[in-house]
């Protein structure tokens, strides 16, 4: 089975930094776009940041020009640069990823998967 773990989480003051990491494992054929959502108690999970096909990006307005979004395509894995961190930036950080699995020796449906997620916590 195709799965997705998160690394890096912790608890940082505001103004610091972290570096999250998500590998992804598995018979995997492709991987379209891989991507870190985040969810803080009593909101909606959003959208942090996403990276597509070569070196697309996008950047929720709250994060842009403090994280950064890169992956490694020939270890499977995504990574978030968070500096300037913020008290509002507390919340679990999920990575996700669509991909084409392998099955069977073939290139499978694409799904999207997601991580467990790991817990980032920014004090003031």
């Known amino acids: 089975q195709v799965q997705l773990v998160e690394s890096g989480g912790g608890l940082v003051q505001a103004g610091g930094s972290l570096r999250l990491s998500c590998a992804a494992s598995?018979?995997?054929?492709?991987?379209?776009?891989m991507a870190w959502y985040r969810q803080a108690p009593g909101r909606q999970r959003e959208l942090v940041a996403s990276i597509t096909g070569g070196t697309t990006t996008n950047y929720a307005a709250s994060v842009k020009g403090r994280f950064t979004i890169s992956k490694d395509n020939a270890k499977d894995m995504v990574y978030l640069q968070m500096n300037s961190l913020k008290p509002d930036d507390t919340a679990v950080y999920y990575c996700n990823a669509h991909i084409f699995p392998v099955e069977n020796g073939h290139v499978g449906k694409a799904n999207d998967y997601w991580g467990q997620g790991t817990q980032v916590t920014v004090s003031s």
């Open positions: 598995g018979t995997i054929y492709a991987i379209s776009t």
